[in-house]
């Protein structure tokens, strides 16, 4: 069973970069088939994709933040990564790592339990 | 962009309840709608994809159907552990959210 587990700084100052990576556990990255996404949500808010990542380095993000971000994979580990620059409060956040599915739609059938970043001077 | 409405915002109901819950695009997203449910403090949990297919693990009680641009998700015979928030999802224009209907105890 996939198992996937958030990391990084619970703290960002403004106009600095947040960076995140997602362990993943009961699935090998290099295998395919999956895709790997970024999702976030304020406190007391809904959800916002940000982007996905193949293992290939092929990468797909949400239009409204893509000049902000860049994902990332590194397979020898069995991680994905995000860095998200020039943060303002309004990116302080759960962000959750999910295993996505392209197929008939796209869907996250497995989910990190998410790690919540403020961002605040 | 496509925006997803889901109605209502939020809703009581008893356990033993038939509910229902809509999610309307704003234009055709053939059936690229997926629902989740999410617990307080907890990540999203995927029930249903494709608009109707459910996920494996996931009880029969929760079924979803589409008609046009308007989706449902019914959940029948409500149970103590359905209180929760749920989201649908399209995938067919980049992929965005509904703003989730809560389910709560009368």
């Known amino acids: 069973q996939v198992q996937l587990q958030e990391s990084g700084p619970g703290l960002v100052k403004p106009s600095e970069t947040l960076s995140l990576t997602c362990t993943v556990s009961?699935?090998?990255?290099?295998?395919?088939?999956?895709?790997w996404s970024w999702i976030r949500q304020a406190p007391g808010k809904g959800l916002e994709w940000i982007g996905y990542i193949y293992y290939s380095g092929s990468t797909n993000y949400n239009p409204s933040l893509k000049s902000r971000v860049t994902m990332s994979v590194d397979t020898s580990k069995n991680q994905f990564s995000l860095r998200l620059t020039s943060v303002t409060a309004a990116d302080t956040a759960v962000y959750y790592c999910?295993?996505?599915?392209?197929?008939?739609?796209?869907?996250?059938?497995?989910w990190g339990q998410g790690t919540l970043v403020t961002v605040s001077s | 962009d496509i925006q997803m409405t889901q109605s209502p915002s939020s809703l009581s109901a008893s356990v033993g309840d038939r509910v229902i819950i809509s999610c309307r695009a704003s234009?055709?997203?053939?059936?690229?709608l997926n629902w989740y449910q999410q617990k307080p403090g907890k990540a999203p949990k995927l029930l249903i994809f494709a608009a109707s297919t459910l996920q494996s693990g996931v009880p029969s009680r929760f079924t979803g159907s589409a008609s046009g641009t308007d989706f449902t998700l019914t959940i029948s015979n409500l149970q103590p552990e359905d209180f929760a928030t749920y989201y649908c999802?399209?995938?067919?224009?980049?992929?965005?959210f509904g703003q989730g209907t809560r389910v709560d105890n009368k």
């Open positions: 009961g699935a090998s990255l290099h295998r395919g088939y999956y895709y």
């Open positions: 234009q055709s997203i053939r059936t690229y």
């Open positions: 999802q399209q995938s067919y224009s980049s992929l965005t």
């Open positions: 999910a295993r996505t599915i392209l197929g008939a739609t796209i869907y996250f059938d497995s």
